[in-house]
């Protein structure tokens, strides 16, 4: 399976990124600058965490409106797999390919720790090599990571099963309604989520929770 | 030329911890009056145009299309 990650100005997880596609996949995925209007043809694109375009206005906001978000948007729209982890994620939600918003900590504080996360729904491209209802590990550093969407939306993505992560054993970080961690698009191909899996992949990380993610979309058996 | 203000707040129902954390400080500062506090964004925007209805129509594209993100906000535009 070929990847792709998308490069921003002010994103700082990338190289984490392409660190964690290339050893799982066993191939470094291409790279895909803001102004690039197409993207090769890949089965995964990847939009990494940081802080694109300083944050300004909204986390994401400025990000989701440039070249590169279209592209991704249009490969979305031909079924092609795409992850956003934090900053990435604000940016799907930003551009609409991922329903709610992603508002301030509850805390109003920057928060950088490991939480527990439950696999709410183990039956998603993403997810599959995971069990149902799995606690795993992932580490979470975000200041943004406050998921909100309105009753409706809510009440829609959970019958739906689209939420595929939440925050567990009393560890949500941010004030996230439900506990929300991650979603899917309703199609299932699009999968945001704040937490950082890529940073946990291997021994040296201290734990290899993460792993399953990336291996689920690579097509990888467990 | 034509100056508009546009105005975002959060929509009602969505918590504002921002907000909440000056209410706080206003009450520490002695303001006992102080109920609630909503934290909102103003942009003030020069436009090279003439046409009053048209700029109207512009500027509250340009809040769907970026300034505001209406899941969690509203905005309005006024033309000064």
Redesign the interface.
């Known amino acids: 399976m070929k990847s792709a990650v998308v490069l921003l100005p002010g994103l700082n997880r990338d190289r984490d990124m392409i660190a964690a596609l290339t050893k799982i996949s066993g191939k470094a995925p291409v790279t895909v600058w803001e102004t690039d209007t197409e993207i090769p043809d890949v089965d995964l694109i990847v939009i990494p965490g940081g802080f694109s375009y300083g944050d300004y206005l909204r986390c994401g906001a400025i990000a989701a409106r440039m070249p590169a978000l279209r592209a991704v948007a249009e490969k979305a729209a031909k079924g092609v797999m795409v992850i956003g982890v934090c900053n990435g994620f604000q940016i799907l939600v930003e551009s609409g390919l991922l329903p709610g918003a992603l508002m301030r900590n509850t805390s109003l504080k920057f928060v950088c720790r490991e939480v527990k996360l439950q696999v709410a729904n183990a039956n998603t491209t993403f997810t599959r090599n995971y069990q149902p209802g799995q606690i795993i590990r992932c580490p979470v550093a975000h200041h943004d990571g406050n998921y909100f969407a309105d009753a409706e939306t809510l009440a829609r993505i959970e019958g739906n099963g689209q939420v595929v992560f939440r925050y567990a054993e009393g560890t949500n970080p941010n004030g996230s309604i439900n506990d929300i961690a991650g979603i899917v698009s309703d199609k299932g191909n699009v999968l945001g989520l704040m937490p950082h899996p890529e940073n946990l992949i291997e021994a040296a990380h201290g734990g290899s929770d993460g792993r399953a993610l990336f291996e689920s979309a690579l097509g990888i058996a467990a | 030329m034509i100056k508009a203000r546009v105005t975002v707040t959060l929509k009602n129902?969505?918590?504002d911890?921002?907000g909440k954390?000056i209410e706080h400080a206003l009450g520490g500062l002695g303001f006992g009056s102080v109920g609630s506090v909503r934290q909102g964004k103003v942009f003030d925007l020069e436009l090279n145009a003439t046409d009053k209805a048209k700029a109207e129509a512009d500027l509250k594209a340009m809040c769907d299309?970026?300034?505001a993100?209406t899941?969690?906000e509203n905005y309005s535009v006024s033309i000064t």
Do not use: D, F, T
Request: aromatic content about 0%.
């Open positions: 129902g969505v918590l911890p921002q954390a299309k970026l300034l993100n899941v969690i």
